[in-house]
Nanobody
Framework: QVQLVESGGGLVQPGGSLRLSCAASGRTFSIYAMGWYRQAPGKQREMVAAITSGGRTYYADSVKGRFTISRDNAKNTMYLQMNSLKPEDTAVYYC?????????WGQGTQVTVSS
């Protein structure tokens, strides 16, 4: 079983940057494809980016070129570097496996992009 804890969110101005972290418990983290997801108020949760166990990455069109997903299997941690943030990036960000496991959803971390 894996437990996931997100951190690094906050309030940032448009054009700013944030780095999210996802700390995973459990020895099997490295074998999972992992993803970052977000849910904005009144909208469905959507995948933002994903990374395979081998490091291959995928990005939603809305964040391509601005966000970078990475992982450090030795530290059981995944990251999301977010640059050139826009107000429409405002959401609660979650990490989970790819595809997501309903038992792995954590509390998420709030990202607010506003001037």
């Amino acid at each position: 079983q894996v437990q996931l804890v997100e951190s690094g969110g906050g309030l940032v101005q448009p054009g700013g940057s944030l780095r999210l972290s996802c700390a995973a418990s459990g020895r099997t983290f490295s074998i999972y494809a992992m993803g970052w997801y977000r849910q904005a108020p009144g909208k469905q949760r959507e995948m933002v980016a994903a990374i395979t166990s081998g490091g291959r990455t995928y990005y939603a069109d809305s964040v391509k070129g601005r966000f970078t997903i990475s992982r450090d299997n030795a530290k059981n941690t995944m990251y999301l570097q977010m640059n050139s943030l826009k107000p429409e990036d405002t959401a609660v960000y979650y990490c989970n496996a790819d595809p997501p496991n309903r038992f792995y959803w954590g509390q998420g971390t709030q990202v607010t992009v506003s001037s």
